[in-house]
C-alpha cells in the first residue's frame, strides 16, 4: 500500500461545507486554501491561506480553478457538494492539466455514477429494479409527450445532470407537460432530461451511506431517510430509516452494494432509493457520487466516524480495512443503537413558495448543549449577507440520542433556542414538522410535507411564537449560543471628511480629474456597514458644496432589481386584483397578455432565482387589464407588479 500525501487542499466550495472540510484537513496537519468572493468570505476566515475570485461565477469556471491550482502548487482540490463535485471533465482535467486529484471517485465514476441516465443503467446491470424510463437524454417535448401516454401519469421529468432539486418536475396529466417540460430543461445544464413513472404514495426515500477505496473494497455505514422534503429538496433527514422492516431494508442495501461493488468504487457515495413499507417495493433513484449535505447523521451513527477525512485519507492511499474500525457491525438488519437528525434552517420565506431570502444577517444564536451539533460558516466577527448568487443554506442543526422519541424532545428543544434576524427563515416550518404527530411517529412519506405544508406552518407559527413569550426569547437575552449584533464598530464624527475620485477601470493609470469632496455634517444613525443616515455637505469640481441627506443600506440585490422595482409599478398587497412578484429575480417568462382569462392557480409569470425557476400564480379568476411593461430577461425586485386583473371577480363584502 503506497501511501501519498496531501500537502495543500484546495477547498473549491464555500459557505458551512467549506468551514466543515477546512476544519478535517486542519486536524491532518494540511495546508488549506480557501476561494470566496466578495461579499462572501465568512468561511475563510479557518483556511491558512484565501484567494478572491473574479466573480461568483468562479467556482463553476474549471479553468480559473486549474491557473489557482498550478500558481499556488495545490496537490488535492476537495470539490464538496454542488458546483462541480459531480463532474468528470473538472476531475479529469485537473489531473490533466494541474496534476491535482480532485477528492472523490474519479473522473471514470463519476461519469458512470454522476449522469442519471448512466447510474440507472448501472442499476439495470446489477439487477436492481428501475421504474419504467426514457431510455435516452432529450430535449424534445413530443418525445416525454409520447412516453408519458405510453406509460400512464403521473410521470417525473428529470434533467439529467441535475441536483438539489433543479430540474425535476412530476407531471400529473397531459395539460401540464409541456410547461413543466420547459421549466426542467431550463434547469438543466446541457439542456437534456429524460422522463419516468413517477410512484408517489406511500413511498420513502432512503439513501445508503457507501465508502470504497478504488480497490475492489467496499462498505455501507447504513442508511438515511429523506422523505421529508417540498418539490425534491430536503428539509428534515434522519438516520437510521423509519421503515420497521429492516430485512427490506437490507436488501436496499445490498442493491447499492452490488452497484458500488460493479464500479470499484472509491471515496463516498450515497445510493438512493424509493422505498414502498407496505408493499416492499423499492427502486434506484440516484447516485450522488460525493458528499452529502446530510453527512452529518451518518457520522452520529457511525460511533463518530469523520467521513471527511475518510474522504482524505483514502485520497492518499489508505484501504478502507485500515481506516474503518473492525467493531463496526456491517450487518444490515442491526444499525447501531442510534438516532440521529438533521434540521436545514435556510434563508427561505415559506410563505412564498420557499423563495430566498436576501438581505443581511443582523443577530443571530445558534443551539448548544448535549446532543446537539451545529454546523454553519455564520461567524460572530462577519457579516453575512445573503444574496441571489449561492444557495439559502444557513445552518444544518443535528441531534443525536439513544431514541427517537429523545431526538424529536431535543430537536423541539433546539429550534425554539434557535434565533435569526434580518432575513426570513424557515425555522417556523422546522418547528411545526418537529412537533407534528405524522413526524413523532415516523409516518412522514415523501409527499406528506407538502400535502401538509399549510396546517405544519400554521402549527410551528403558533407554537414557536408561544414558546417565545413564555420564555421572553430574544436574541439579545438568550444565553449559551454564539450572537452578533449589526451595531457598528466604525466610528464616525462630525466633520469626518474623504475626498472622492472615480475612474473608469478603461482609463487606469492615464491623468485623473480633481476629486469631488464629501464631510460629514451630522451622523443621524450608525449600523454601518448594514447601514448608514447622515447629514452630509458635497462638492464637485463643476458644482458647489450642497448640502443632502445620506443614506447607504446593505443589499444583495443587483442594481439592475433594485432599479426594478425603483422604477417600475408596485403592487399593493391587499389588492386581490394585483399579481406581484414577492421576491428578486430575473424575470423568464411572461405567459398572459392584457385580455386574457385566468383562473386561480394560473401561472401568470416565471421567475428564475438561484438557478431554480419558480412560478407566480394568480390568486383568483379574472381578466388581466395590465401587464408588466419590461421586458423578458429584466431583473425584477421584490413587490414589482406583474399583472393586474379586473375587478370584477373580486370578492364581494
Known amino acids: 500500500m503506497v501511501i501519498s500525501p496531501i500537502k495543500r487542499l484546495l477547498v473549491a466550495n464555500r459557505g458551512e461545507i467549506a468551514t466543515r472540510i477546512i476544519s478535517t484537513a486542519r486536524e491532518l496537519e494540511i495546508e488549506t486554501y480557501s476561494i470566496y468572493t466578495t461579499n462572501d468570505s465568512s468561511h475563510k476566515i479557518s483556511s491558512d491561506y484565501a484567494i478572491l475570485l473574479k466573480s461568483p461565477a468562479s467556482y463553476l469556471d474549471i479553468s480559473e480553478l486549474i491557473a489557482i491550482v498550478k500558481k499556488h502548487k495545490v496537490d488535492a482540490v476537495h470539490p464538496g457538494y454542488g458546483f462541480l463535485s459531480e463532474s468528470s471533465e473538472f476531475a479529469q482535467r485537473m489531473w490533466d492539466e494541474a496534476k491535482a486529484l480532485v477528492i472523490g471517485p474519479g473522473p471514470e465514476v463519476l461519469a458512470r455514477t454522476g449522469d442519471k441516465l448512466q447510474a440507472r443503467r448501472l442499476a439495470e446491470e446489477c439487477n436492481t429494479p428501475v421504474l419504467p424510463a426514457l431510455k435516452n437524454p432529450t430535449s424534445n417535448v413530443a418525445e416525454l409527450e409520447a412516453f408519458a401516454s405510453k406509460i400512464g401519469y403521473p410521470v417525473v421529468i428529470k434533467a439529467v445532470d441535475g441536483g438539489g432539486g433543479r430540474g425535476i418536475r412530476i407531471v400529473r396529466s397531459a395539460k401540464e407537460l409541456p410547461a413543466l417540460a420547459k421549466r426542467a430543461l431550463q434547469e438543466s445544464p446541457s439542456g437534456k432530461v429524460f422522463a419516468e413513472k413517477a410512484v408517489i404514495d406511500g413511498f420513502r426515500h432512503v439513501e445508503v451511506q457507501i465508502v470504497g477505496d478504488g480497490r475492489g473494497n467496499v462498505r455501507h455505514l447504513w442508511e438515511r431517510e429523506c422523505s421529508v422534503q417540498r418539490r425534491f429538496q430536503k428539509v428534515v433527514e434522519f438516520a437510521p430509516s423509519s421503515i420497521p422492516d429492516r430485512k427490506l431494508v437490507g436488501e436496499v442495501i445490498h442493491a447499492a452494494l452490488r452497484m458500488a461493488r460493479k464500479v470499484k468504487y472509491a471515496s463516498l457515495g450515497t445510493f438512493e432509493f424509493l422505498v414502498q413499507p407496505l408493499t416492499r417495493e423499492f427502486y434506484f433513484l440516484e447516485v450522488n457520487p460525493r458528499l452529502?449535505?446530510?453527512?452529518?447523521?451518518?457520522?452520529?451513527?457511525?460511533?463518530?466516524?469523520?467521513?471527511?477525512?475518510?474522504?482524505?485519507?483514502?485520497?492518499?492511499?489508505?484501504?478502507?480495512?485500515?481506516?474503518?474500525?473492525?467493531?463496526?457491525?456491517?450487518?444490515?438488519?442491526?444499525?447501531?443503537?442510534?438516532?440521529?437528525?438533521?434540521?436545514?434552517?435556510?434563508?427561505?420565506?415559506?410563505?412564498?413558495?420557499?423563495?430566498?431570502?436576501?438581505?443581511?444577517?443582523?443577530?443571530?444564536?445558534?443551539?448548544?448543549?448535549?446532543?446537539?451539533?451545529?454546523?454553519?460558516?455564520?461567524?460572530?466577527?462577519?457579516?453575512?449577507?445573503?444574496?441571489?448568487?449561492?444557495?439559502?443554506?444557513?445552518?444544518?442543526i443535528i441531534i443525536t440520542s439513544s431514541t427517537w422519541q429523545s431526538v424529536v424532545q431535543k430537536a423541539k428543544r433546539a429550534l425554539a433556542d434557535t434565533y435569526i434576524e434580518g432575513v426570513r427563515t424557515n425555522i417556523d416550518a422546522l418547528y411545526g414538522i418537529v412537533h407534528s404527530e405524522a413526524f413523532a411517529n415516523q409516518a412522514c412519506d415523501t409527499q406528506w410535507l407538502e400535502t401538509n405544508l399549510s396546517s405544519v406552518l400554521t402549527s410551528g407559527q403558533q407554537l414557536?411564537?408561544?414558546?417565545?413569550?413564555?420564555?421572553?426569547?430574544?436574541?439579545?437575552?438568550?444565553?449559551?449560543?454564539?450572537?452578533?449584533?449589526?451595531?457598528?464598530?466604525?466610528?464616525?464624527?462630525?466633520?469626518?471628511?474623504?475626498?472622492?475620485?472615480?475612474?473608469?477601470?478603461?482609463?487606469?493609470?492615464?491623468?485623473?480629474?480633481?476629486?469631488?469632496?464629501?464631510?460629514?455634517?451630522?451622523?443621524?444613525?450608525?449600523?454601518?456597514?448594514?447601514?448608514?443616515?447622515?447629514?452630509?455637505?458635497?462638492?464637485?469640481?463643476?458644482?458647489?458644496?450642497?448640502?443632502?441627506?445620506?443614506?447607504?443600506?446593505?443589499?444583495?440585490?443587483?442594481?439592475?432589481?433594485?432599479?426594478?422595482?425603483?422604477?417600475?409599478?408596485?403592487?399593493?398587497?391587499?389588492?386581490?386584483?394585483?399579481?406581484?412578484?414577492?421576491?428578486?429575480?430575473?424575470?423568464?417568462?411572461?405567459?398572459?397578455?392584457?385580455?386574457?382569462?385566468?383562473?386561480?392557480?394560473?401561472?401568470?409569470?416565471?421567475?428564475?432565482?438561484?438557478?431554480?425557476e419558480l412560478e407566480i400564480r394568480a390568486g383568483r379568476a379574472g381578466t388581466i387589464i395590465w401587464v408588466y411593461e419590461g421586458e423578458e430577461g429584466d431583473e425584477v425586485g421584490e413587490g414589482v407588479l406583474v399583472a393586474e386583473l379586473d375587478s370584477s371577480g373580486e370578492p364581494k363584502l
Request: aromatic share 4%.
Open 292 to 396: 452529502q449535505v446530510e453527512h452529518t447523521i451518518t457520522e452520529s451513527l457511525a460511533m463518530g466516524i469523520d467521513l471527511v477525512q475518510l474522504q482524505l485519507l483514502l485520497a492518499q492511499g489508505h484501504s478502507i480495512p485500515s481506516l474503518v474500525m473492525s467493531t463496526l457491525s456491517e450487518d444490515p438488519k442491526s444499525p447501531p443503537p442510534i438516532h440521529s437528525v438533521q434540521l436545514r434552517l435556510t434563508a427561505e420565506d415559506v410563505q412564498n413558495s420557499w423563495s430566498l431570502s436576501v438581505g443581511k444577517i443582523t443577530s443571530f444564536s445558534l443551539p448548544s448543549g448535549n446532543g446537539i451539533r451545529v454546523d454553519t460558516h455564520l461567524q460572530s466577527l462577519e457579516n453575512i449577507v445573503i444574496g441571489t448568487d449561492f444557495d439559502s443554506l444557513v445552518a444544518k
Open 464 to 612: 414557536l411564537r408561544k414558546n417565545r413569550q413564555a420564555n421572553s426569547i430574544s436574541a439579545t437575552s438568550r444565553l449559551g449560543g454564539p450572537t452578533i449584533s449589526a451595531t457598528s464598530t466604525v466610528l464616525f464624527r462630525k466633520g469626518d471628511a474623504w475626498s472622492i475620485s472615480l475612474v473608469p477601470e478603461s482609463h487606469a493609470g492615464k491623468a485623473k480629474s480633481a476629486p469631488s469632496h464629501l464631510q460629514l455634517t451630522r451622523v443621524l444613525r450608525n449600523e454601518f456597514p448594514a447601514s448608514l443616515s447622515a447629514q452630509i455637505t458635497y462638492a464637485s469640481p463643476t458644482t458647489p458644496p450642497t448640502s443632502y441627506i445620506m443614506t447607504l443600506a446593505s443589499t444583495a440585490a443587483s442594481f439592475g432589481s433594485l432599479s426594478s422595482a425603483a422604477t417600475h409599478r408596485r403592487g399593493d398587497i391587499s389588492n386581490s386584483c394585483h399579481i406581484i412578484i414577492p421576491f428578486p429575480g430575473t424575470l423568464i417568462e411572461l405567459l398572459v397578455d392584457v385580455g386574457d382569462e385566468v383562473k386561480k392557480g394560473n401561472v401568470i409569470a416565471v421567475v428564475r432565482q438561484m438557478k431554480m
